[in-house]
């Protein structure tokens, strides 16, 4: 019987580790995918993933994303979900439109993308990100006023 176990534990373990191997090319070939489609290059895409794989929360963000294309919304850095980062960037996005520079103006996987790094960034210095967006004035461009 404990050669039984044991051969049921082993032939587990290994279903457990194709099935992570699985997700872990799944999460790359979708994030390369993304990455492409907002005019970013595998190196960008690759260091996102390496600083996902260091941030336990933001990647059950991201995962979750991934696989039911909305937020999950349960993590926040200094009180900011990715959500709140991205209505924080498309504050930004509009100042650009004014200024004619019309970089995300049809591209939700740039600002996906850039909301992910945005909070990864946030993890390391949230004091510098969160200064930036108290300073923010809401107006058409940065230093308007």
Known sequence: ??????????????????????????LREWTYMIAKNA???TAFADDLIERLNAS?????EYLYYMDNRT??????????????????????FKSDLDRGLYDMQSNPDKMF????????????????FLRQYGQDTGTDYPGKY
Do not use: P
């Open 1 to 26: 019987m404990c050669f039984e176990h044991a051969l049921n534990q082993l032939i587990n373990t290994k279903g457990w580790m194709m099935e992570m191997q699985k997700r872990e090319n799944d």
């Open 39 to 41: 005019g970013k290059d």
């Open 56 to 60: 336990d929360q933001i990647m059950k």
């Open 71 to 92: 937020f999950l919304g349960e993590y926040s850095v200094g009180g900011m979900t990715v959500v709140d980062i991205m209505i924080w960037q498309m504050d930004h």
């Open 113 to 128: 993308l850039m909301a992910f790094d945005t909070m990864l960034k946030m993890e390391k210095d949230s004091e510098g």
